[in-house]
């Protein structure tokens, strides 16, 4: 089930070889039609939402995306791990086991996780936090059996309340330590971790043990929109220093994808083609000239 | 210089011993209102800002607050320390001098710093917080000479492109380490810290260097606004554990002042005798019963 290293793939545009496209970054694009429009732009590799693989039927988006000769990055999202009580826990299990089974047929090896905010009403962080390692304990052994990685995603810290109680680097790799590598990892997303000043040390522990599952970038523009979830921008349009980051994740033993994932309503009421060829320019100005290992 | 410890004051209206009013919660009222309505609250202690101070006046501020029995709990702010190039430089050093001058005029021992965000256009992050460090070089022998301290305020990493380079407590204490605690010190802002998984080991670090200069609060609420900088709530309207934060301060060995600073649109709408009775209110409830040492 491991997918393709992007070196193993002849699909790319030239400085395209590392590039993938995470899949809400063309929201308003069904499965099939961002599928087409990867191959057309010369992008090799697709992170794949479950809603829009809901939407077409699991066993047909697997077989249009292999058929395609595309990569699958990512399955997004599993998680939500946060919710107490033994109710909340057993739903929180069946839906993350039917991800990482998900994940699996569409043969892609890794499984993004937002592990959820704090319950309605609750102030109890420490709790959340725990409830997150604790369901790691069960899923993990449960993804490896399928070849599969959950990777923990920190969400920048003002989603702690609502999203993800995980908001470091070195967080989720405190939370990923008890387990093997091959089974828990953690992605790097420079739109929620570009600010931390324990970045750099952070990034080299997670290359020296093995756990960076992913790399996401988009970047971070100003002002915040009235949602912030939707705040993110093209590389190259923000403060975030791409090269210097890409450069650390390379230093650090990363050489898998690179996957473009932006939240915001201006991009998403671009034609799907115009955001792709803006992701493929970018791409090729900002990120792919670091040195590759 | 130093302002006096809470527990030496007798205006306090019972279970207020260690409030103090952050004047930017009553954004609309001059100084003179301000003072005002903290006598009439049995508010014993007042956080001042330059600007409101600016348009009374140093001298009379001063006289104003030394004759109604308030203690003048911190000046905000200084900081803004990150601009490139010799003239920023000079700019910042001198602004912060005079702020300094000002802090010991008024009778507060504390000085509270915003460090400032990129400046415009820039993406280098490193050398923006390296700047940040060589001013305070600059700065804290000079506050030294006045009796007042640099207080350093990590703010919260969704302000770090705009406001402030400095984003955790860790590294607020990194930055102070290199100087007398008498000279630097680190604000501990509820809403900038309570999700930092780190915050725990930080404080007890922070209580071991004497570090804490000042404790401020407001709560964290849902959704955010249009302008993340207003989204602050009134203590116990939203998701932080002040019990615990509280009690982990004060374990911390910090028992000064509790100074309460909200930037709300909605808050700063309401009579301020109102604001200021919620203000009592939410102390007593939330805050207030921590044990004091």
């Not at 732009?41 to 047909?60: F, M, N, S």
């Not at 997150?132 to 399928?146: H, I, K, N, S, T």
């Amino acid at each position: 089930m491991t997918a393709p290293h992007p070196a193993e793939r002849g699909t790319a545009a030239p400085g395209l070889e590392r590039l993938s496209l995470n899949q809400i970054t063309t929201k308003h694009w069904s499965l099939p039609e961002a599928v087409r429009g990867c191959g057309q732009a010369g992008i090799p590799a697709i992170g794949l939402w479950r809603d829009k693989v809901a939407e077409t039927g699991t066993a047909r988006a697997a077989r249009l995306v292999r058929d395609s000769g595309l990569t699958v990055s990512s399955l997004c999202r599993g998680g939500f791990l946060t919710a107490a009580g033994p109710e909340g826990r057993r739903a929180a299990l069946d839906d993350n086991r039917r991800a990482v089974e998900e994940a699996a047929e569409l043969g892609t090896d890794t499984l993004v996780l937002v592990v959820g905010g704090l319950p309605e009403g609750s102030r109890d962080l420490p709790g959340a936090r725990a409830r997150v390692a604790d369901l790691l304990a069960e899923l993990a052994p449960y993804a490896g059996q399928f070849g599969v990685r959950l990777a923990i995603e920190p969400l920048h810290p003002m989603f702690c309340a609502d999203r993800a109680v995980v908001s470091t680097l070195g967080q989720a790799l405190d939370l990923a330590a008890p387990h093997p590598a091959a089974q828990v990892g953690v992605v790097v997303d420079s739109y929620h971790v570009w600010w931390d000043p324990a970045l750099p040390e952070q990034l080299a522990r997670a290359g020296r043990d093995g756990r960076i599952a992913a790399y996401q970038v988009c970047d971070w523009t100003l002002p915040l929109p009235a949602d912030v979830l939707l705040g993110r921008g093209h590389v190259g349009d923000g403060h975030i220093d791409f090269r210097s980051l890409t450069d650390q994740v390379t230093a650090a033993g990363y050489t898998g994808w690179i996957e473009v994932e932006i939240f915001n309503e201006r991009i998403w009421a671009t034609p799907g083609e115009q955001t792709l060829a803006t992701v493929a320019d970018r791409h090729r100005t900002h990120v792919a000239t670091a040195p590759h290992r």
